[in-house]
């Protein structure tokens, strides 16, 4: 994507537009957005069928996964689409690119070289839109007789919204889960997380007792034996878990389940109430006894010691999976024994599990608004999800799919046996979605932020919690060592509600300048009737 950034920067690129395409609308950040909506849906063909005409083009990163899922995306579209011409550009660095062209083509008024559909996730909305950079599809479904955000996860939906707009179509329900090695529990003795099973026989979610004693016993075994791996990995220079880079989606289930609301009465960040302490000392208590892999930056954990065959535990997403199997398949015997269960209740209270998604936005001025709201369409219908499903790089968002046994979500080693052949036969699909209605929690607590500080406290969210997790030194006393939890949260407390007082101010400001503006109209109105008036 530089060279193709760096050839719009200089020389711009001629668009292929294929015939009956719609024409673009402008949209403008500080213009009536009902209005604005009501034009560009004049130009939406909601009647097209499969003989439309047009041209797309989408943008995505530049990872294996996410150019395996568009590509299943777009072939399966292609099939019911035939005449709508589709181009998919990639990006090493995809949100800074995809900033940047913004930025040109709004300075330029030139948005034909944007693309029509890009990827993006839930924690990327509140940047985008404050950009302008995203078309509400919510206006598209309320037109659109022929569909209804109702079939979708609603927690998806709702993740992919924004003060009352849906701004991107949710591709899939991701949940975390736990991935374990089977083969360490095997050696240690231990009742792995699968074997935990609920009055009518299903797995279920482990307590935070039970968890933590699991994990203490695999932690002793791994410490003490001199075994190796297949490979001749020492078992004893492993970790017993891995968190995902101690992920917000993850931490907020915790902080939940242990009655933190992160947010107070007057819309600020609170990290420093007991409940908030209390989860993050189970993090640090993890951390600091070497049963979790620390965490030293906020960049993404990739797992290292659990496809090495040297992690017993690791918490992640179904998005992961193929991520997983294809550094596994390298190692003797990881891929074989891989199982999957519900994610823990880490907390002392009502059982939360971190829930989100990612998926495909419109862009704000897109060329073809009526191609996009095809592939929209598309990427939710039930040949869309189970052409995605086939990768194996998701769950469905499709509520019907999740019971159906027929769908791909759930058959991953006959329908793609090139990549998932050496699953084991019980590999427990359901437990990506153990619960989601009842337990999956979005990150909700950002309702109650501004929309321009939102980027800043999650940013800052993920560094507050490493930072503490990763710089608490040991301490008998645990009233010392929530004191020394407090004096590392001072800083990142201060920068997110910094960014939220800016929010607020300039929310205000905007009221008042609304309240005056009505004032005015109302004397001049008045002075006007004055005259009138008089007149007579």
Not at 64 to 75: G, H, P, R, T
Not at 177 to 187: D, G, P
Not at 379 to 394: D, I, K, L, R
Request: with cysteine; aromatic share 10%; net charge negative.
């Amino acid at each position: 994507m530089k060279g193709f950034w760096k050839a719009l920067a200089v020389a711009g690129l001629v668009p292929v537009i294929a015939a009956g395409a719609s024409s673009c609308v402008t949209m403008k950040p500080n213009e009536d957005l009902n209005d604005q909506m009501g034009e560009v849906l004049e130009g939406v063909d909601f009647s097209a069928g499969n003989d439309y005409k047009g041209s797309l083009q989408i943008m995505v990163m530049r990872t294996q996964s996410e150019q395996d899922n568009i590509k299943a995306f777009v072939d399966s579209f292609k099939v019911a689409y035939p005449n709508i011409d589709v181009r998919v550009d990639t990006s090493a660095n995809y949100q800074e690119d995809l900033i940047l062209q913004h930025a040109y083509a709004t300075s330029q008024d030139k948005y034909d070289e944007m693309p029509d559909v890009l990827w993006l996730s839930n924690e990327d909305v509140p940047t985008y839109v404050a950009k302008g950079m995203l078309m509400p599809i919510s206006y598209f479904g309320e037109q659109d007789k022929n569909f209804s955000f109702d079939s979708l996860v609603p927690t998806m939906v709702k993740d992919a919204s924004y003060d009352g707009q849906v701004y991107f179509m949710p591709r899939d329900y991701n949940q975390i889960t736990t991935f374990y090695n089977k083969t360490i529990f095997e050696k240690a003795g231990v009742p792995d997380p699968g074997t935990y099973k609920d009055e009518n026989g299903q797995v279920r979610a482990m307590t935070k007792a039970e968890f933590t004693d699991m994990i203490e016993k695999v932690a002793k075994w791994m410490r003490e034996t001199k075994e190796t791996t297949p490979a001749g990995k020492k078992y004893e220079d492993g970790r017993a878990l891995e968190i995902q880079a101690f992920w917000n989606s993850l931490n907020y289930a915790v902080f939940k389940g242990n009655g933190a609301e992160l947010v107070n009465g007057d819309g600020y960040i609170d990290l420093e109430s007991d409940a908030a302490l209390k989860t993050l000392y189970t993090f640090w208590d993890l951390a600091y006894n070497d049963i979790c892999a620390r965490m030293t930056d906020v960049g993404m954990s990739t797992h290292n010691l659990f496809i090495q065959g040297i992690g017993a535990v690791c918490f992640d997403v179904r998005s992961s999976l193929s991520d997983i199997v294809k550094s596994t398949d390298r190692i003797p015997g990881v891929c074989e024994t891989l199982g999957v269960a519900p994610f823990p209740n880490l907390s002392d209270g009502e059982y939360y599990v971190g829930a989100g998604c990612s998926g495909y936005g419109m862009y704000r001025n897109s060329d073809d608004p009526t191609a996009a709201w095809l592939f929209l369409k598309h990427v939710v219908s039930e040949s869309g999800q189970n052409a995605f499903c086939q990768t194996g790089n998701g769950c469905p968002v499709l509520k019907s799919m999740f019971d159906d046994k027929t769908a791909t979500w759930k058959n991953i080693k006959a329908e793609n046996p090139a990549l998932y052949a050496n699953l084991p036969a019980d590999f427990d699909h359901d437990a990506f979605v153990y619960e989601y209605e009842q337990a999956g929690l979005t990150l909700d607590y950002l309702d109650k932020v501004p929309l321009g500080a939102q980027q800043a406290v999650t940013e800052e969210m993920r560094v507050a919690v490493i930072n503490v997790v990763t710089s608490t030194p040991y301490d008998a006393n645990i009233n010392f060592v929530y004191q020394h939890m407090k004096n590392l949260l001072e800083s990142s407390i201060e920068k997110m509600n910094d960014a939220i007082a800016k929010e607020k101010a300039k929310e205000e400001a905007k009221e008042e300048e609304k309240d005056e503006a009505k004032d005015e109209q109302g004397d001049g109105q008045q002075t006007e009737g004055n005259a009138e008036g008089e007149g007579a």
